[in-house]
Nanobody, 126 residues
Framework: EVQLVESGGGLVQPGGSLRLSCATSGFTLSDYGMSWVRQAPGKGLEWVSSLYSHITNTYYADSVKGRFTISTDNAKNMVYLQLAGLKPEDTGVYYC???????????????????WGQGTQVTVSS
């Protein structure tokens, strides 16, 4: 059974940091492109960042570039998103998602993803 389980969300002040974790199981991580996608209150899904676990390429939305860092620990089947310099507009539910044999252009299309986690809430507020 495929599972993606996010954790690490919470309430943080503007300028603060968080590390989100995605525990994966039931599939071979290197066969999938892995992404973080968020949804702000009352808005649609927004792609945040992606990577391939077996190579060093990483991809970021312009809104988070330079502030967020995506990474993996292949030995532990984990995907992480380090959030820094948080802004109120970063508030939302953050989802971990996987897309089989994805290419870069796939990442921004929510229909392309095969599996999703349940999400973890990030709230940035003073």
């Amino acid at each position: 059974e495929v599972q993606l389980v996010e954790s690490g969300g919470g309430l943080v002040q503007p300028g603060g940091s968080l590390r989100l974790s995605c525990a994966t199981s039931g599939f071979t991580l290197s066969d999938y492109g892995m992404s973080w996608v968020r949804q702000a209150p009352g808005k649609g899904l927004e792609w945040v960042s992606s990577l391939y676990s077996h190579i060093t390429n990483t991809y970021y939305a312009d809104s988070v570039k330079g502030r967020f860092t995506i990474s993996t620990d292949n030995a532990k089947n984990m995907v992480y998103l380090q959030l820094a310099g948080l802004k109120p507009e970063d508030t939302g539910v953050y989802y971990c998602a996987s897309a089989y044999s994805a290419i870069e252009s796939d990442f921004r299309d929510e229909r392309r993803y095969d599996y999703w986690g349940q999400g973890t809430q990030v709230t940035v507020s003073s």
